[in-house]
Nanobody, 124 residues
Framework: QVQLVESGGGLVQAGGSLRLSCAASGRTFSGYAMGWFRQAPGKEREFVAASSGNPGRTYYTDSVKGRFTISRDNAKNTVYLQMNSLKPEDTAVYYC?????????????????WGQGTQVTVSS
């Protein structure tokens, strides 16, 4: 049984930082794409960042470029999202996700596995 378990969410003031972690179990995702989506109240789930199965290839939505950094530790089957210079508009539930392909895609329907989500709230 595959599980993705997120941690690291919380409440932070604008300009602050948080680091999200996502530990996968049940199968290895080395060589497969892993990433993060987020969903704010009343909005659709949107792509945030992902790491392809090819080492070193990362992708970001425009609104987080230069502020967020995705990284992964394949030995620990874990992916991270370092979020700096947080803004109130970053407030959302953040979901870890993975797909059984090395290729990063940005629509949530392309992903096979999902975590339960972790709340990130940025106060102004």
């Amino acid at each position: 049984q595959v599980q993705l378990v997120e941690s690291g969410g919380g409440l932070v003031q604008a300009g602050g930082s948080l680091r999200l972690s996502c530990a996968a179990s049940g199968r290895t995702f080395s060589g497969y794409a892993m990433g993060w989506f987020r969903q704010a109240p009343g909005k659709e789930r949107e792509f945030v960042a992902a790491s392809s199965g090819n080492p070193g290839r990362t992708y970001y939505t425009d609104s987080v470029k230069g502020r967020f950094t995705i990284s992964r530790d394949n030995a620990k089957n874990t992916v991270y999202l370092q979020m700096n210079s947080l803004k109130p508009e970053d407030t959302a539930v953040y979901y870890c996700t993975a797909r059984t392909s090395a290729v990063v895609l940005t629509h949530p329907r392309e992903y096979n596995y999902w975590g339960q989500g972790t709340q990130v709230t940025v106060s102004s």
